[in-house]
Every structure is written in structure tokens, then in C-alpha cells.
């Protein structure tokens, strides 16, 4: 079958850093994917790794292990704006998003 | 317009009614989406259009049917809407048929009652 499974809350306090794990299960894969959602607003595209290895953006980096079906997603240099929700998504031929991980950032 | 604008912003319905939701994107992407976002079941896909002229079903299709005229324009259908399609929705748009990075519109919310 096919199943995304992360992590439904992370806390974190200003300037820590976060790792939001995400394994996957799924017959065809493309890459992982993440993206970030704050209340109210629509999803934005955050990263994608469809090799193994680190990507990194900024102050986020994502991480992508095929042969253990699993991904992560770090934030570095936490800020109260980072709070919000964050899918994984794996891509077949299309996407499939897990259930995401709601970041709430504490001063 | 920049990007992908969906209307309506927010509307109230009721059981039984027909209803179009509106997506529309100026980034000239081939491949356009529809999701639908309730609470802890994150984004299911319900539609989507690799091209101009051409639909499939994503995970969540009943209920639910689309139409790709042309390349801007991929309008959502509720033929007759029951109370379990309360949920926000999204349409989202990529470059290329390999949708690892999607744009979405700003969502509608839609509740049946």
C-alpha cells in the first residue's frame, strides 16, 4: 500500500533546531517533497530530494534515504514565523502528502 | 493576476445544490490540481489534468467532477453536494507533469449543509 507517516506536533523554542522526521511506504517513488502551511494560508514548496543525500536552502535542509524509506526535514535557527504546519510528500506520479507536523515555536 | 487565483474565497451551500468552483493560473503550467484539506487528514488529491484537454482521478474523485478547456482554466464540480464535502480546497499547478514542486491558490472554503 501506499502510507506517509510524520509526526502530528513538534515544539521548539527561538533559535533551536528541529528535525521533522517522515517514512514512507509506497510501490513507486520519484523523490520526497516538503512544504509548509501556516494557518489560514495555502501550502508553499519548501524542498525536494530525489537522490539520498542533504539538500539544503537557507536555514532549512532536507534529507532523503531511499533504502530506508525515509526522509527528514531540519530547520536551523528557529523563528517565531517558522511556526506552522509542515507535509512530506512523495512523488509517484503524482503527489501524495502525509498528515503533516504542526511547528509551534516558543520565544 | 500573479499565480493561481481560486474563487469563491469562502461559500456556504446546501445539500443538494450544484456547485463550480473557479481555479485559474497565468504561470502557463501544464498540469494543474485539485485537493481537499480537513483537519488531521492533510491534502488528498480529488483531480488532476497533466494538459490542456486531459483529466484523471486522484485518490478522493467521487463526488467530484473537472474539465481542462485550455491551458489557465480548471474549474472543480460538485454536482449535488452532501455535508461530507465540507473542507477546504485547494487547486495547485506545476511545471511539468512531475509535480514535485506545486504552486497553490489561496483556497476556497466550502461548507454543505
Known amino acids: 500500500g501506499q502510507s506517509l507517516e510524520q509526526p502530528s506536533e513538534v515544539t521548539a523554542v527561538e533559535g533551536a533546531i528541529v528535525q521533522i522526521n517522515c517514512t514512507y511506504q509506497?510501490?513507486?517513488?520519484?523523490?520526497l517533497s516538503w512544504y509548509q502551511q501556516h494557518d489560514g494560508g495555502a501550502p508553499t514548496f519548501l524542498s525536494y530530494n530525489a537522490l539520498d543525500g542533504l539538500e539544503e536552502t537557507g536555514r532549512f535542509s532536507s534529507f532523503l534515504s531511499r533504502s530506508d524509506s525515509y526522509g527528514y526535514l531540519l530547520l536551523q535557527e528557529l523563528q517565531m514565523k517558522d511556526s506552522a504546519s509542515y507535509f512530506c510528500a512523495y512523488n509517484t506520479d503524482k503527489l501524495i502528502f502525509g498528515t503533516g507536523t504542526r511547528l509551534q515555536v516558543f520565544p | 493576476i500573479a499565480g493561481i487565483t481560486q474563487a469563491p474565497t469562502s461559500q456556504i451551500l446546501a445539500a443538494g445544490r450544484r456547485m463550480t468552483l473557479r481555479c485559474t493560473q497565468d504561470?502557463?503550467?501544464?498540469?494543474m490540481y485539485w485537493y481537499r484539506q480537513d483537519l488531521g487528514l492533510g491534502l488528498r488529491l480529488i483531480h488532476y489534468s497533466n494538459t490542456a484537454g486531459t483529466t484523471g482521478k486522484g485518490e478522493v474523485p467521487d463526488g467530484y467532477s473537472v474539465s481542462r478547456a485550455n491551458t489557465d482554466d480548471f474549474p472543480l464540480t460538485l454536482a449535488s453536494a452532501v455535508p461530507s464535502q465540507t473542507s477546504v480546497y485547494f487547486c495547485?499547478?506545476?511545471?511539468?507533469?512531475?509535480?514535485?514542486?506545486?504552486?497553490f491558490g489561496p483556497g476556497t472554503r466550502l461548507t454543505v449543509l
Open positions: 509506497t510501490s513507486g517513488f520519484y523523490g
Open positions: 504561470m502557463r503550467h501544464n498540469a
Open positions: 495547485a499547478s506545476s511545471d511539468t507533469p512531475s509535480p514535485h514542486e506545486q504552486f
